[in-house]
Nanobody, 122 residues
Framework: QVQLVESGGGLVQAGGSLRLSCAASGRTFRTFAMGWFRQDPGKEREFVTGISVSGALTNYADSVKGRFTISRDNAKNTVYLQMNSLKPEDTAVYYC???????????????WGQGTQVTVSS
């Protein structure tokens, strides 16, 4: 089992940057593929990006390609989401999640963090 805690959200102006972190408990972090999702009130939760167990493979939603970067540090049990050139439509609660089989948007994510709010003002 793994517990996930996100941090780094906040209010930023359009064009700005934020870096989200997701700290995982437990020594099995390196066996999980990780993903970031987001959800705005009234909308369905959407996949943002995912990273494989080793970190060698990544996948991004078209809406964030070229602006967001996912990375992981297995020694620190942490996954990161660097968000650049933020837009008002990026406003949402961002969640990290862990999958113990497969990776990417089609994986079954078994564990979820509590979420961190990102608000981008125009």
């Amino acid at each position: 089992q793994v517990q996930l805690v996100e941090s780094g959200g906040g209010l930023v102006q359009a064009g700005g940057s934020l870096r989200l972190s997701c700290a995982a408990s437990g020594r099995t972090f390196r066996t999980f593929a990780m993903g970031w999702f987001r959800q705005d009130p009234g909308k369905e939760r959407e996949f943002v990006t995912g990273i494989s167990v080793s970190g060698a493979l990544t996948n991004y939603a078209d809406s964030v390609k070229g602006r967001f970067t996912i990375s992981r540090d297995n020694a620190k049990n942490t996954v990161y989401l660097q968000m650049n050139s933020l837009k008002p439509e990026d406003t949402a609660v961002y969640y990290c999640a862990a999958a113990n089989r497969d990776w990417g948007p089609s994986a079954e994510y078994n564990y979820w963090g509590q979420g961190t709010q990102v608000t981008v003002s125009s």
